[in-house]
């Protein structure tokens, strides 16, 4: 039999190993600017054409290196941040495997000139696909340029694999934010497509994060100090009412370097207990410096975990600085005549009742007009419920008597909504009416038995119908505000909102303009009550940023990330009116039984079934 086996090509095996460390533009951008880090620079420049896919520069004006240090920096394991293995435990560099060169170079066209201080004249080197194409002496400035064109150029498969230009641009500023953060006293300047995103100064830590993030956040930080034996913990963290529906700002480094850890994580958001709102995350900024001994970094080159010897001690460390931290932004204000109602009472604790639902009575309405708007405090909701469903009701009896019934809980509505009566939970069924059940459940019946609704998954598939429309529509219903709401944001989320500004604007959002941080929202979506404008932004903002883009449409994703914000939730009470309008405009939907999130709606329990259970 003949031989089968065969060494790989080497420029083969290099394409394989490179895809390790090189997944996407923001890689090389990582392991560029790490480069420039190490390599002591007090400048780095970052340059970047299409979301890195046509062009990626580093310019920094550090060590350089010499001619064949130019070149031996492109070979595999070619590193000169350790000697031994022992090293490894002793790491102050970012790097140190000796690998992101020789990857990149493997899989792109690269471009170098470097030229250490002590020297006259640089090296100008271009390698294409691992392969020196020139080498040559070149007056050049002190330091290292880098750029990295036509990624995956020889793997199409990858290059097709990239997503648009935008979400790689979001990566890379990701890990722009990141190494930036992790070293203030560094400058840096960022620009994409020829236009300058980020130019920071050295400073001091909380000026960087003001300058990456925008100068609002200032007020947002409180700042968290501790030293043990074990770990020196700096950074801030953010007040508790500034805490997000995004996951957006929170970093954790360790001796200067980006970290992921879900563990370290938890101690910060336990030590929040109390004080958030549901659903929402607190940024934080921390930084921690250990023993490099008590750590291990080796685990996977383009892996942002790290092990720690003692991960216990440091959660607890962790938990009390943060807990002490808030604790004395707590007391300050005691201080104050004013109080702030939030420091007071911590939101788990407080009652719900302070919630305003989502669904109130609209004075206007007229039961006898078909077309009368069924969700008052959403705006203008027109359609008319689908023919036939009505036929479900078991009593229904003539439509007038219908009608009557209507307005009178209209009226009753009216009366009742205030705190005299305790809840709805227990109001009967009524004759082919609707009553709510936990907050939670619209119960009505039906000819076989009867309907279980989920209220909140009812009105998410109402609403995500009707945003999809006028998406499609572009009909662009929009309520005008009387006041404009002016909304800061981070450069970043900036960058999401404008890229879907046009169906924001086909929903009936109306930005305008004014500087780089601050957007200044003049009319809203009719669904939108103006009071959740920040919120469903938000949750906007993060649904895109995890980058869910693939199959889903940008409308899909915004009709649902809007549906999910806007929507009447559990817990939320509803009169009699919205209950029923609910029930109607569902099942005047396309899709009834599952929710956009693929969740059913409504459950049926027929007589059968029931009886059943009385056997
Ligand atoms: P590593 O960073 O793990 O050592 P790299 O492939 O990233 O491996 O770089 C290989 C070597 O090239 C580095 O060890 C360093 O000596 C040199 N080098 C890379 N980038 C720069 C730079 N911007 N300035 C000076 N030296 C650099
Ligand atoms: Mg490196």
């Given at each position: 039999m003949a031989d089968l086996i065969h060494l790989l090509p080497d420029h083969v095996a290099n394409q394989i190993a490179a895809g390790e460390v090189v997944q996407r533009p923001a890689s090389v951008v990582k392991e560029l600017l790490e480069n420039a880090v190490d390599a002591g620079a007090t400048e780095i420049e970052l340059i970047v054409k299409d979301g890195g896919k046509a062009l990626i520069q580093v310019v920094d004006n550090g060590s350089g290196m010499s001619e064949t240090d130019a070149r031996m920096?492109?070979?595999?394991?070619?590193?000169?941040?350790?000697?031994?293995?022992?090293d490894l435990f002793e790491l102050h560099t970012k790097g140190f495997r000796g690998e992101a060169l020789a990857s990149i170079a493997a899989i792109a066209h690269v471009d170098m000139q470097t030229r250490p201080a002590e020297d006259e004249v640089g090296t100008h080197i271009r390698i294409e696909g691992s392969k020196v194409v020139s080498q040559q002496a070149e007056v050049c400035p002190k330091g290292t340029s880098i750029s990295v064109k036509n990624l995956f150029f020889n793997i199409p498969a990858r290059r097709n694999f990239l997503k648009s230009n935008s979400v790689e641009f979001r990566h890379i500023t990701d890990e722009f934010h990141r190494v930036a953060l992790a070293h203030p006293a560094i400058g840096f300047r960022f620009y994409h497509n020829g236009s300058e995103l980020f130019h920071l100064n050295p400073a001091a830590l909380r000026k960087r994060i003001t300058n990456i993030f925008g100068h609002r956040m200032d007020e947002k930080l409180i700042s968290v100090e501790e030293e043990t034996q074990v770990v020196r913990i700096e950074g801030f963290i953010c007040k508790p009412e500034y805490a997000k529906k995004s996951r957006g700002e929170q970093y954790f480094f360790v001796n200067d370097r980006f970290i992921k850890s879900p563990y370290l994580h938890h101690a910060v958001v336990s030590a929040y207990e109390g004080l958030l709102k549901p659903d929402v995350h607190p940024g934080y900024f921390l930084y921690l410096q250990v023993?490099?001994?008590?750590?291990?970094?080796?685990?996977?080159?383009?892996?942002?975990e790290v092990k720690f010897d003692d991960e216990h001690t440091l959660y607890a460390i962790l938990r009390a600085a943060v807990k002490h931290g808030l604790g004395q932004f707590h007391l300050a204000p005691m201080l104050d005549f004013e109080k702030d109602q939030n420091l007071e009472t911590p939101y788990a604790y407080r009652n719900k009742e302070a919630h305003v639902p989502g669904i109130s009575v609209n004075p206007g309405f007229n039961p006898f007009e078909e077309s009368s708007a069924r969700f008052p405090s959403h705006g203008g909701y027109h359609k008319k419920s689908?023919?036939?469903?009505?036929?479900?009701?078991?009593?229904?009896?003539?439509g007038t008597e219908r009608q009557e019934s209507f307005s009178s809980v209209h009226f009753e509505s009216e009366a009742v909504t205030g705190s005299m009566f305790p809840s709805s939970d227990g109001d009967e069924a009524g004759e082919g009416t609707t009553f709510q059940l936990r907050r939670k459940y619209i119960v009505t019946t039906i000819r076989s038995g009867m309907l279980i609704i989920d209220q909140q998954r009812a009105h998410q598939r109402v609403l995500y119908e009707k945003f999809l429309r006028s998406l499609t529509v572009?009909?662009?219903?929009s309520q005008q505000l009387l006041f404009p709401v002016s909304l800061d944001f981070s450069p970043n989320e900036r960058h999401v909102l404008d890229e879907l500004s046009d169906q924001l604007n086909a929903l009936g959002f109306v930005f305008e303009e004014s500087d780089d941080e601050r957007v200044i929202v003049k009319g809203l979506p009719p669904m939108v009550p103006e009071k959740e404008v920040v919120s469903v932004l938000d949750q906007v903002i993060s649904e895109y940023g995890q980058g869910k883009e693939g199959n889903l449409s940008q409308s899909d994703m915004l009709a649902k990330a809007l549906s999910r914000s806007v929507c009447v939730k559990t817990g939320d009470r509803m009169d009699k009116t919205s209950q029923l309008a609910l029930v109607n405009d569902l099942f005047a939907c396309k899709e009834t039984l599952l929710s956009p999130f693929n969740k059913p709606i409504f459950i049926t329990l027929t007589e059968n079934e029931i009886d059943n259970k009385f056997k």
């Open positions: 920096s492109f070979e595999r394991h070619a590193t000169s941040k350790i000697q031994s293995a022992e023993d490099p001994h008590s750590i291990d970094i080796n685990i996977h080159p383009t892996k942002t689908a023919e036939g469903w009505e036929n479900l009701f078991v009593d229904l009896k003539s572009k009909e662009s219903l």
